[in-house]
């Protein structure tokens, strides 16, 4: 794809840069000074819940995510008693791929944000204007997060859609974009820098992970963003929302996954309706996991430490918790998984054969090193460590009634 349609005529040059005043100069500075303090402690920091071939251009059909919808606290309540968690998936399981989309490079023109989190990322736009988020570095969270949205997807979860992008060339990108937006928006130097930034330059990220969001719109409050999992009980059967079957089946997957990382912000409620009249309620209200990278671990692609996490808190009773991951488990409390739950998660994760549970990981690129700190663990230690943990959950006498 040629790019020259994605840079403007307006371009500053390098003797435009020198021109500017001393002011802006010091606050460049400040800038790279601190991008390498702020990479250094996102590498050991862990996140709070408090907190194809060639050129591709990489279009999509017009999503609804960008279509954010603010409702009161009485409208949110009554949508999430109405939500389902779980379709069914469009290919059936035991023909699911794996794979994912691969693009060899992306060429995009990099966009001023705000981001939160601690993982490295950046925006950018695409020749057709596509506003796209890249999610870069050697760390972790790009293969957690690619395995465990396939997953979910296949399993006919909802979920975002990860690709993986061997070389992203970005126009205008800073060395450190997620470093130097960070220290911007901290030292309130956007229009500053915004005025400085050179689309001649282009940086290149390899291995990094192209994110789409779910095709939905995002409700939220003034408040509150996404839905806590304590917030599960407020689904009801009887008033459209999703059976308790589903619902277990989803904390089921939570925990299988380890995805204590599960503050309110990281799952999202969204309406899949076409048309969502302002002042009207949402006829297809539905509930998803958003950001599933802090997953296989608890500290991320960890296969030891996946191995070794529990399934259940109390097998006979059939109690779930994630009290041993960190913060706790965040906003999943403990709960009784129902025997219907229990065998429908069983049901959904006994389909999937063993060349696609290897497609999965090798797919995600777990065989890969990430960096110094963490060394990767062959494919097929993976493959086994999975088929143990659902075999904790479907072996063994049928959960109690609560």
């Known amino acids: ?177 997620f470093s130097t937006m960070k220290v911007v928006e901290v030292t309130g130097a956007g229009p500053l820098y915004k005025n400085v930034i050179d689309y001649n330059d282009v940086e290149e990220f390899t291995w990094a992970a192209l994110e789409r969001k779910f095709s939905g719109r995002p409700v939220e409050t003034d408040q509150v963003e996404g839905w806590s999992f304590f917030e599960l009980d407020l689904v009801d059967a009887a008033k459209g929302g999703a059976p308790r079957a589903h619902v277990d089946a989803l904390r089921l997957m939570a925990v299988f996954l380890s995805h204590w990382d599960n503050k309110s912000e990281n799952q999202r409620l969204v309406c899949l309706s076409a048309d969502w009249p302002k002042d009207t309620r949402c006829s297809d209200p539905f509930l998803l996991l958003q950001d599933v990278g802090a997953t296989f671990g608890p500290l991320k692609v960890d296969l030891d430490a996946w191995g070794h996490a529990p399934i259940w808190e109390d097998r006979p009773s059939c109690t779930v918790s994630m009290i041993d991951l960190p913060y706790d488990g965040a906003t999943f409390g403990k709960a009784h998984v129902t025997e219907a739950g229990r065998q429908f998660i069983g049901r959904l994760l006994t389909q999937l054969s063993d060349p696609q549970i290897t497609e999965l990981f090798a797919g995600a690129r777990f065989n890969h090193e990430r960096g110094i700190f963490s060394a990767a663990r062959p494919v097929s230690d993976w493959v086994r460590t999975f088929k143990s943990k659902v075999s904790t959950i479907t072996e063994g006498p049928a959960c109690p009634e609560a």
């Open 1 to 177: 794809m040629a790019f020259h349609a994605l840079r403007p005529s307006l371009c500053n040059s390098a003797g435009v840069l020198r021109s500017r005043p001393r002011v802006l100069t010091a606050v460049v500075v400040i800038i790279v000074l601190t991008a390498g303090v702020w990479v250094a402690w996102d590498r050991l920091h862990v996140a709070t819940p408090q907190e194809a071939k060639g050129e591709t251009k990489a279009h999509k059909p017009k999503s609804l995510d960008n279509d954010d919808r603010k409702v009161t606290d009485e409208q949110r309540a009554e949508m999430l008693g109405r939500a389902p968690v779980w379709r069914t998936p469009a290919v059936p399981i035991a023909q699911a791929s794996f794979v994912g989309e691969g693009l060899e490079t992306l060429s995009c023109k990099f966009k001023l944000s705000d981001l939160g989190g601690t993982t490295p990322k950046f925006d950018c736009t695409l020749e057709d204007g596509q506003k796209i988020r890249i999610k870069y570095g050697k760390g972790p969270e790009i293969p957690a997060e690619a395995a465990a949205t396939r997953l979910l997807k296949a399993l006919g979860f909802g979920a975002d859609d990860i690709t993986l992008v061997e070389k992203v060339h970005c126009y205008g990108c800073p060395e450190e974009p």
